[in-house]
């Protein structure tokens, strides 16, 4: 569809939407409004974004309670609040939760929502898939919690399912196949995603808009994409096999019938190991516009960042098998894998200093974003630090499986990866809703939520180091695990006090937003092209699709340097931003169809595990609507809109992209 | 630029800054602790230099780069900090990077990091590297060089430990037997605690019969996971006569966290007569409280257990997923039960009866498992039996074999 054109259109005077009957389609087609309806037909990028990251926020609350009863399982010894058995599925579901059904989402909300203002677009580039990706992913991460009510119980493998403790005779509950089937499903919404995006950051940039000029954000999240096309089809593959093993007897990995029980580990973590910078690449980015913004300096060594990011997403495909130094491969694998590990730290480490430097000399405002920002730094930081101590494969023969890889990895994806999206929270909140989270409010969630996270994750290092090994429900008394689990626990309480605060925020935030000062179009003085519109972002994103000239155009578009150096300013935040108020803008009409797609994918998983028949009433569902989708015209032709011969022929070029 | 930024909250950041400072202070003071599992507590050779050459350098390393980084971000937020926004709409000079700069931290990590597989490929061998060493046994009265191994197999959830004398096994010949299941028959089998000789570097051959498991004695040595079917190869040594804690550390299903293990390190003396006790079948038992427990044990517990010189000639496989029970002929020898998890006896020295007939009367109380009938078993299941026939199952048990040293008795108490 014709997003990308360079003229608004113009609506025609009586363009009152009309509900068309299709011929061959269930729904009427939809016309786009404001009630709740719309936002299950809608395919705007922003309110998919809206959608993935208030998901997202509510998983975190699930994967949370899930963390908080670990916690308090272990707070003491011999804890008793959890049977082994329901703690094995808690701790297996909090990591699956937290994983995919949070990060991501969240990582996924930020891509959805800002690579098309930041690359100067109207939309993504299949405004309908990524509408699919967003149901498919809810619709699984839904299929994956039922296993608590119709399943027997959650997953109880762990997240990383070890076969053969993911077999039927070692896992006889429904879990595992909630497991297998539901992240097949997510990993079908994040396949769909990830094409898209990457479709949209090479094709859809503004005019004058380079890669090498394109936002950090941007530069990760393309990144993170090329990461997930590419690692979730072995995730996948693993799956169907342990999908096929259990449910159809397969004996893929039956060592009885001459399997090999590594096999999975290696498919496991070729997925595993990409996926660890997938949930951390999106942060990268985050960090990388705040810390700039708020030092009032551009990001130092730009190529650097962007070079050393794309290095980590290369060489992070080759550390998997240190997730498995112990397990009996050879010495020269365990050799040629902890040397990998180590160098992977280079690029690391390149943008830690990065950061820095772009902080030096700068002039730091510490609003609550930046705040978040530079704990990531120092907090990923900690992670990684811990990660170079066991990337020696013979030292981490005593690390490995113990509470200091709990505590390592707590560092790299809450202390890394989940600060920094709390940082990119702060910083686009009044970009997306038009008004500023409350400050102050913000103060105590930062400082409660970092104290928090170095009390809970922080003991874990000294556990592990004493001995605790991972993934047990209960410890005895007697080997000084006491004190600092206690502490963890306290830790973990008061991350849940922050992540309350952070909600009060929300709520509170809005009721007083009717009483505050507007945000404007650029409330932090920032630097990339989502700054130049209004907040919130008017549905058609911008006016004026605009043409870029530089590395962060809209910085330069308010401010030069004169032949000292000095800054002066060009132009004021009214003078230069765009109004929203272009009237016609064409954009995508919105369908029902990618969700209906959605509802059949579950009904398939249920049917595969419970009775076939209700796997081919989801497959039909899911065909079906597939087939009426391909016949729904892409833009709607009962919709008012106006001529647009000039776009035409572009627009029929985007069209074969979306529909085969 | 808008004031919203402008809330200052001094009084709490001074707290949360001595917080975390009371933090760091108690993370370096906690990794004094003497914990049974301590990783930073190495006891025999190959932990020690593991530990002094593998695992201290780089946390060295680690910790200079965090202490240089940390101070670098404290000194620049305290620097550049912008303390009122007041009047100060400035900028500061737009460096947009430094080339020779940047390559040189580059430069800088990659050396940083080179020094660092530099220790991991010298210590590599720690682990790794195998010495050919024999130690002089005598069995059946016969003198056998043993070329200390000891095979290790999981299960869910204990270890069993087999000792070959007369037909030694190395790496090569259960890899070609590729089977955990039907392994050759040993001098000694035994569970929950093995015993080595010391001064010895003892070779490992670690397998498991149903999930993966992780056999680890941290004072001893790194851990080496246990994967069904497949033999890896390990090792430990002891230069002291002791008692070394072990856990299991693959997540091994539901009693994960109560598949324990203990090493129990003896003088050459004390390792000879305890092969000797126990490379002997068990003995009829003359009391009449154990000869009603042989009695029990004949009729219920042969399904899953083995006590040579009962039922060893006609055993095939136990009733489990693993298909294997606990090795019974010298219960009593051993100090520990249930995977590790219990004492068999008081630190007074007396039978720890108390713990044994709550054992008996429901295992899935005290240890969980999966005894689902009709399915295949995980684990002890209820065997629903009367106080009487407790009462002689004890009788019976706290005879097979000669009772441990005090020493160990005294050690083991666990839990």
Redesign the interface.
């Known amino acids: 569809m014709a997003i990308t054109e360079k003229t608004p259109l113009e609506l025609g005077p009586g363009d009152t939407a009309r509900y068309a009957e299709r011929p061959l389609g269930v729904f009427t087609r939809p016309q786009g409004g404001r009630g709740w309806r719309d936002w299950l037909s809608t395919v705007d990028h922003k309110r998919i974004g809206i959608l993935y990251g208030a998901s997202a926020m509510f998983f975190f609350l699930v994967g949370g309670v899930e963390a908080l009863l670990i916690r308090l399982q272990l707070a003491a010894p011999e804890g008793s609040v959890l ?3 329901v703690y ?1 599925q808690v701790y297996t579901m909090h990591g699956v939760t937290m994983v995919f059904l949070f990060i991501m989402p969240l990582a996924a909300a930020f891509a959805n929502y800002f690579i098309p203002l930041q690359i100067g677009a109207r939309d993504v580039a299949f405004p309908r898939l990524n509408a699919l990706s967003y149901w498919i992913w809810l619709s699984g991460a839904i299929f994956l919690n039922t296993s608590w009510i119709v399943g027997g119980g959650g997953a ?3 997240w990383f399912c ?4 993911s077999g039927v ?4 509950s429904h879990g595992v196949d909630f497991y297998a089937i539901g992240l097949q499903i997510l990993g079908i919404a994040s396949l769909v995603s990830s094409i898209n995006l990457i479709v949209t950051c090479l094709n859809m940039r503004a005019p004058g808009m380079t890669l090498m000029r394109m936002p950090v954000l941007t530069w990760m999240l393309l990144i993170t994409q090329f990461l997930l096309l590419f690692a979730l089809p072995v995730i996948t593959v693993a799956l169907f096999l342990l999908m096929f093993d259990r449910l159809f007897d397969a004996q893929f990995f039956n ?2 019938a001459g399997a ?3 096999l999975w580990q290696h498919l496991f973590w070729i997925f595993g190991h990409p996926e660890v910078y997938i949930i951390i690449l999106p942060a990268f980015g985050v960090v990388s516009e705040i810390i700039p913004t708020f ?4 990001l ?5 960042m962007v070079f050393s990011g794309i290095a980590i997403g290369f060489m992070g495909w080759g550390v998997w098998a240190h997730h498995m130094f ?3 491969i050879g ?1 020269i694998s ?2 040629a894998f ?2 990998s590990t ?2 992977i ?2 690029p690391t ?2 943008k ?3 950061w ?2 772009t ?10 974003a ?1 705040k978040f920002a ?1 704990a990531t ?2 907090m990923f ?2 992670g990684g ?2 990660g ?2 066991h ?12 509470y200091y890889i709990v505590a390592h990895f707590h560092y790299v994806i809450f202390g890394g990866g989940v600060l920094g999206l709390f940082a990119g929270l702060y910083f686009w909140w009044p970009k997306v809703w038009g008004h ?1 989270l409350n ?2 409010l913000g ?2 969630n930062f ?1 409660i939520m ?2 928090g996270f ?2 809970t994750f ?2 874990m ?2 556990l ?18 006491e ?2 689990n206690m502490a963890a626990t306290v830790g973990s309480l008061l991350l849940a006090v922050s992540v309350m605060v952070f909600i009060w925020n929300v709520v509170k935030s809005k009721r007083d937003a009717p009483h505050l000062p507007p ?1 404007g179009p650029d ?3 920032a630097r990339s092209l989502e700054w130049s519109i209004p907040s919130p972002v008017p549905t058609h994103n911008f006016d004026t699709v605009p043409v870029v000239h530089s590395r962060d155009e809209w910085w330069h578009t308010k ?1 030069a ?1 004169d032949d000292d ?3 002066v300013r060009v132009a004021t935040v009214e003078e230069a931003a765009q109004t929203g108020e272009a009237t016609g803008v064409h954009l995508p009409s919105p369908s029902f169809w990618p969700l209906a797609v959605a509802v059949g994918l579950p009904l398939i998983g249920y049917g595969l595990i419970f009775n076939l028949w209700l796997a081919l009433i989801g497959a039909l569902v899911t065909i079906g609507s597939l087939y009426s989708w391909a016949l729904e015209p892409v833009d709607d032709p009962d919709a008012a809109h106006d001529h647009h011969e000039e776009d035409q022929e572009a627009q029929e070029a985007d069209d074969d992209g979306d529909e085969p | ?2 004031k ?2 402008d ?1 200052r ?1 001094p009084a ?2 001074r707290a ?1 800054a001595w ?2 400072m009371l ?1 760091g202070a108690a ?1 370096v003071t ?2 004094a ?8 507590a190495p006891k025999g050779p190959i ?1 020690r230099e ?2 002094t050459w ?2 201290l350098p ?2 060295w ?2 910790a200079v ?2 202490v240089g ?2 101070i ?2 404290v000194w ?2 305290w620097r ?3 303390r009122s ?1 007041e009047g ?1 709409d ?10 020779p ?2 390559v040189g ?2 430069v800088g ?2 050396v940083t ?1 080179a020094g ?2 530099v ?3 010298l ?2 061998p ?3 590297a195998t010495e050919v060493n024999t130690v002089d046994v005598i069995v059946d009265d016969h003198s056998v060089e043993w070329e200390p191994t000891v095979v290790v197999v999981g299960n ?1 959830w204990w270890w069993e430990f087999r000792y070959y004398f007369s037909d030694q096994v190395d790496l090569a010949d259960l890899r070609a037997h590729g089977d955990a ?1 039907t392994l050759p028959p040993a001098d000694i089998v035994t569970s929950g605690q093995m015993m080595i000789p010391i001064g010895e570097e003892i070779e490992l051959i ?1 397998t498991s019969r ?3 498991h ?1 056999f ?1 004695i ?1 004072a001893l ?5 246990a ?4 033999f ?1 190869p390990w090792k430990i040594e002891a230069s002291e006569p002791g008692f070394y804690f072990g ?12 598949m324990r293990m203990q090493v129990v390190a003896l003088s050459p003396a004390d390792f000879q007569s305890w092969v000797d006790d126990t490379t002997q079948d068990a003995v009829e038992p003359t009391d009449p409280d154990a000869l009603a427990g042989l009695e029990v044990f004949s009729g219920i517990c042969t399904s899953c257990h083995v006590i040579e010189g009962v039922n060893d000639d006609v055993f095939e496989s136990a009733d489990q ?1 693993s298909g294997a029970a606990p090795n019974l002929t010298h219960f009593a020898n051993r100090s520990t039960f249930a995977g590790g ?1 219990f004492n068999i006896y008081n630190a007074d020295g007396s039978l720890n009866r108390v713990q044994l007939e709550a054992w008996l009367r429901n295992p899935g109380d005290l240890k ?1 498992n ?1 005894t ?1 009938p009709g ?2 078993y ?1 684990g002890m299941p209820d065997l629903d039996l009367s106080e009487q026939q407790i009462d002689d199952l004890v009788a019976y048990l706290s005879g097979l074999g000669k009772r441990p040293a005090g020493w160990i008795i005294d050690a083991t108490q ?2």
Not at chain 1, 300 to 304: L, R, T, V
Not at chain 2, 34 to 40: I, R, S, W
Not at chain 2, 221 to 225: L, P, S, V, Y
Request: proline residues 5%; charged residues 15%.
């Open positions: 049977s082994a058995d094995n109880d493998c762990g070890y076969s053969t403790n005779a070692f896992s006889p060592p009885d090999d029980p590594l030092s009032r300096k551009p130092f060594g730009y190529e650097f112990v397990s009996g010495p365990v050799a902890s040397l180590m160098f730290a280079v480490g390149v830690v200093l990065n820095l430097a902080m030096w000399a700068g002039k730091l405002r510490f609003t609550v930046m530079v730094v120092a930081t900690i630090l811990s170079v101590t990337s020696v494969a013979p030292a981490d023969t005593q690390q490995t499986d113990t500023f400050e102050r103060n105590w400082w970092l104290v170095n009390l922080g003991p290092h000294i592990g180091l004493q001995g605790m090994s991972r993934r047990i429900d209960t410890y005895a008394r007697g080997y000084g695990f004190f600092w945000p409330p932090w003085d401010y340097e150096g000095r800054v | 630029m808008r919203v930024a809330v909250t709490l950041a949360v917080a975390l933090l993370v906690g990794c602790s003497d914990a049974e599992l301590d990783t930073f932990a593991l530990h593998g695992v780089v946390f390393i680690a780069v965090f980084i940390t670098a971000m620049l937020i550049h900090r912008v926004y100060d400035e900028w500061p000079a737009q460096t947009h990077g430094h080339v700069l940047e931290w580059t990590f990659l990091m660092v597989a220790i991991m490929v210590s590599l720690t682990v790794d869910q299941k670690i149903d999930v993966i992780s680890w941290p040595n790194g851990k080496r996971d994967v069904p079917n497949r890896s856990q299991c550390t693959e997540f091994c299903g539901l009693s994960h966290s109560r997923a998890i969980a999966y689902v399915e295949q995980r666990v839990e």
